[in-house]
């Protein structure tokens, strides 16, 4: 006798919060299809992973013709090309001296080896992360993370010597002056009253905050970090796990910044959807790395690098970076357009296609019941969407980076019209 078949809620544990409804049966381009055929317009890429379009042709090929090659060359035992050429690849798209490249599976996997390569490097223990930021689920990364308490709540005690200071957020400034004056002074104080510069191995930050809110900070705080990072030889590590691949409309978002930091995080879209993520630094630091002292099995799996050099190579060709800043422009002016007419919208924000609106109430709170009336709406419409925010006050935005035109006009069609039905 055939077996019923069972729903997500009855086969899929519920740690696993579900954003819809949707059984995806296939995809293509900024479109997922369910199994009765429905459409639906994903502005969700996957939690920004997808960012060359569900299923691009190329990616397809390359990683079909790679899976008829050798699926899995375990580093520690075979080079491969895939893995050769997309560390090339990887490596133009930085700054000097940010050439060498360590591949892994995750974005918690990254941060992980980027804390790992710092502590190594400076011989210090101590860490320095941000309030509101997210850095993966892992232990060190949920001990660094404060997006929000379920992250951290109940898994204490958590790793030791982590600090964390204000972000700027100038949306919802807590001080009385410059966010940006006011946070610098908060880094100093942790000095001052709880760690010593020169205990401190790495200052660990989102330059876009993703999970916490799509948080963008002022450039005079970003650079300014980095230069107290310099002056007391701190490794300045970004985590651009969300921020990275184009996303903002540069290939790396500290480039908006005019900064050059020590050791990065790259996941999510450097490959289109398969599970890869890479530590990149200098020659120099990755040489004090010992052999054997760091690794892993899948890292730099064969079938996953080659969809990485395909994803690159099509962000390239494709103009698909110019692309994002060009529609991101589109979007954030449709946006605020839409915010004008209905004040339940606080504040539109974002680089790039990485964009969120943030909801308040008449009072100027956080307003999730707001966001999750629009998530629903525009579900029922056929658009899916993402909360992000400690309050899950905001909606992020986050098409792929070769949406088109038409794409972002309809949306902000279906956008406005679920924005106006909340009351």
Not at 323 to 332: E, I, K, S, T, Y
């Amino acid at each position: 006798m055939a077996s019923v078949p069972l729903s997500p809620a009855e086969l899929i544990p519920r740690v696993l919060g579900r954003y819809s409804p949707v059984v995806v049966d296939y995809a293509e381009g900024a479109y997922v299809y369910d199994r009765d055929g429905r459409q639906w317009l994903d502005f969700t890429s996957g939690i920004a992973v997808t960012n060359t379009g569900h299923c691009h042709p190329a990616v397809v090929a390359a990683i079909r013709e790679q899976a008829g090659k050798i699926i899995h060359a375990q580093a520690n035992i075979l080079a491969h090309e895939p893995m050769m050429q997309l560390a090339t690849d990887l490596a133009a798209t930085f700054p000097d001296p940010l050439k060498s490249v360590f591949f892994t599976n995750s974005g918690a996997e990254a941060i992980e080896g980027a804390i790992k390569l710092a502590k190594i490097v400076t011989r210090r223990p101590a860490v320095i992360a941000f309030r509101g930021g997210f850095h993966g689920r892992t232990h060190l990364a949920m001990s660094l993370t404060t997006s929000r308490s379920k992250v951290r709540g109940h898994y204490e005690p958590l790793l030791p010597s982590i600090f964390h200071a204000p972000y700027p957020n100038t949306f919802r400034n807590p001080y009385a002056g410059d966010a940006s004056d006011a946070c610098i002074a908060e880094l100093a104080r942790l000095f001052d009253t709880m760690v010593m510069p020169d205990d401190v191995a790495a200052i660990l930050f989102e330059p876009i905050l993703g999970e916490g809110g799509y948080i963008v900070p002022p450039e005079s705080w970003v650079r300014r970090v980095a230069e107290i990072a310099n002056r007391h030889g701190i490794m300045l590590v970004l985590d651009e796990i969300q921020t990275g691949v184009g996303r903002t409309g540069q290939m790396w978002c500290f480039e908006h910044f005019g900064i050059v930091p020590d050791i990065v995080a790259v996941a999510k879209g450097i490959a289109s959807g398969l599970p890869l993520a890479a530590v990149v630094s200098s020659r120099e630091n990755m040489d004090k790395w010992p052999p054997g002292s760091h690794g892993g099995t899948y890292g730099g799996n064969a079938v996953a690098c080659a969809a990485g050099v395909a994803t690159l190579r099509v962000l390239r060709e494709e103009g698909m970076i110019a692309n994002a800043a060009a529609m991101g422009a589109r979007l954030m002016a449709g946006l605020d357009r839409i915010a004008e007419r209905n004040p339940v919208i606080g504040d539109v924000r974002g680089k790039g296609l990485m964009v969120a609106t943030e909801f308040v109430t008449a009072t100027g709170r956080p307003n999730p019941e707001a966001v999750a009336a629009v998530i629903r709406s525009a579900q029922e419409a056929g658009v899916l969407l993402l909360t992000c925010g400690t309050d899950d006050q905001a909606i992020r935005i986050i098409p792929p980076l070769n949406v088109q035109p038409d794409q972002i006009d309809y949306f902000l069609d279906i956008y406005a019209q679920a924005v106006e039905r909340v009351d």
